[in-house]
């Protein structure tokens, strides 16, 4: 399967080892994950090499070609909520949205309590309550 991984760059990546995790383990049960480069420590530097126009339809395309949005949005951006609601609302995909349980108290109650019937919001305070969730999902 075609994943479309979101996490931040611009924002808190103190998550940036639990996101790492996500990817490898997508990766290791044979799905394909379009954004892997998110997770590496140099994102930024990387992402601003390119123009913001060519990130955007890099990007877009990426969502287009996805089958699935999965996002850890515990240090959640402007861009995630954007890809969020971009996917829920121009597709019939869907959307697994993963977030520190602790961190709940500072990410936008538009993520928190989005009760779309196509995305799945989590909280976890471990991997393992995040491959449940992802198992359950994906099979």
């Not at 123009?51 to 861009?79: H, Q, Y």
Request: glycine share 10%; with cysteine; aromatic share 10%.
């Amino acid at each position: 399967m075609k994943i479309y991984f979101g996490f931040t760059v611009a924002g808190d990546r103190s998550t940036v080892d639990i996101a790492r995790r996500i990817v490898e383990w997508l990766e290791a049960r044979g799905h394909q994950v379009l954004t892997r480069h998110l997770v590496r420590d140099d994102a930024r530097e990387r992402d601003r090499q390119l123009t913001p126009r060519a990130v955007f339809d890099r990007d877009m395309k990426w969502l287009g070609d996805s089958e699935i949005f999965i996002a850890e949005v515990s240090g959640s951006s402007f861009g995630m909520g954007y890809e969020a609601g971009f996917v829920l609302g121009s597709s019939g995909k869907r959307a697994i949205l993963l977030h520190r349980a602790d961190a709940a108290g500072r990410i936008s109650l538009l993520i928190t309590g989005n009760g779309h019937p196509r995305c799945t919001v989590a909280a976890y305070q471990s991997f393992e309550d995040i491959e449940k969730t992802l198992a359950n999902f994906l099979g």
